[in-house]
């Protein structure tokens, strides 16, 4: 049995178990209020749409907006939200700049001693921002990371499915990543920071990933990252698989840029900067989003080979196996009832569409360098890239 389903063995029973024991064994500890002065920058380019429902939502003491050369009439819908009290500071850029340079630009105009980054079409829950201060009562504690929920769920059978994920990959994932100090990045479409760790680290670097590029610094510059899953924040999915497949290529393509290329010496011993938690931290990007997606099809090349056509059903087992773990840790979590039947079919989708396509985007990256012509980053700024 373990020679037939040694890849099962290996990548996916070891994430279930681990995942189910913290979920169920390891108590979160409550946290006492903590009142700390806080600025929100919320950046976006043509957001006029969603601007004044993510701003609304923000019970932030100062709020900060930046217009990143919009051309869609959001300077008017900040000015308005300034003129109603709203808002407290608007900053226009004159052109598209990137997202990174656009919250650079709003985070001199902060005042607060945290500062939350919000993405303009994501709205918080009521109490988030008071959720999340309470962590930073740890002065080694450099950002925290919002629980992520898909906000329109209910719009299209792919936004269902993103909503399984994010309770999979966040509200599950990081839960874990935080009971054992490896917290990869913090979620860029709502996050807080400390704001003297953003100015130690120089703020945000030009990366297409540029949420994981600036906690990795923080992270090497030796300030601890947490996950608050009372800090619930709302963001919007692609609606449709095409948009979900072109977000997920550039995604997936900067697990080779950030966790290989740049921030390979994590693994390095001889750093005068090493740390054993940032070293696990990347092997464990490394080990499920690169190494397991490019194992697969080998796995399924042996497994013909080994066992000729009974490989389907040895397939369809592993895959009905799954479908039941993957219940049991929704279920602990309290998903909503609604998303449970579609979980088979999520599966489905990560292991006939989304993984192959992890393994385009990994290789397309390696070969190409695919990220240096994304235009998530003005094609005038790229020579900036690391």
Known sequence: ML?????TVIFDLPRYFISVAVITLIPRKKLSPLKLTNSAVVAGHNESNSLRACVESLEADQIVI?????????WEVAQALL?????HVAVRLPVRSSKPNAINAGLESCTGEIVFIVDADTILDPGAIAAALPYFADPKVGGVSCDLKIRNEETTLITRFQAIEYATSITVGKQVADAFGIMPNVSGACGAFRRSALLQVGGLGMEVAEDADLAMKLRRH????RFA??????????????DLLLQRLRWDANIVTIWWRKYAGNLNLSRADFRLSNALTSLDVIWFSAILPLVLPIYIVWLWNYV?????TLLLAVFLCLSVLDLLTLALIRMPLRLLPYVPLYICMQSLIMRPMRIISLLSEM???????????????????S
């Open 3 to 7: 020679l037939l389903f040694w890849f």
């Open 66 to 74: 930046v217009d990143d050369g919009s051309t869609d009439g959001m």
């Open 83 to 87: 003129n109603e009290g709203l808002a």
């Open 222 to 225: 030796g300030w601890d990252l």
């Open 229 to 242: 899953p009372e800090a619930i924040a709302r963001t919007n999915g692609p609606e449709t698989m095409v």
């Open 308 to 312: 000729g056509e009974f490989a389907f």
């Open 367 to 385: 070969i190409f360098i695919i990220s240096r012509r994304d235009n998530y980053i003005p094609q005038y700024q790229r020579w900036r890239l």
